[in-house]
């Protein structure tokens, strides 16, 4: 294999990308993180897709601050990378990735789009 030289950040480090975008598009999460892998980025994707089946565990009951808990944690992703991927296929961005979008222009984070690459 080649040498090639990884996309970096300012400080010279591997650039570290979040992705943002619907859960709905998991197997294009998938395709963006394996291409930017092998890119040379750090990705940072989503933790889950779906709610885990878990013994004894009843989600309704801890549905009412999990949403917020879930957008606090990707919020701190955000703040982590140096750019952010919006996994947007046909352009789809649903509210809590404009959100996401929002937040990462407020901080000043170059953001990029599967949609506008393809």
Not at 19 to 27: I, M, N, P, Y
Not at 98 to 111: D, F, H, N, T, W
Request: charged content about 30%; some cysteine; overall charge negative.
């Amino acid at each position: 294999m080649e040498d090639q030289e990884a996309p970096q950040s300012a400080e010279g480090a591997a650039k570290v990308v979040t992705l943002c975008g619907s859960t709905k598009f998991e197997a294009e999460f998938a395709e963006v993180n394996q291409r930017l892998t092998m890119e040379g980025c750090v990705v940072i994707s989503l933790g889950m897709f779906s709610l885990p089946e878990l013994p004894d565990y009843d989600w309704t009951v801890d549905s009412s601050d999990l949403k917020g808990r879930l957008g606090r944690v990707h919020f701190q992703k955000i703040r982590m990378a140096d750019e952010v991927y919006v996994v947007d296929p046909g352009g789809y961005l649903g509210e809590s990735t404009r959100r996401e979008i929002a937040y990462a222009e407020s901080l000043g984070k170059p953001v990029r789009y599967l949609s506008r690459e393809r």
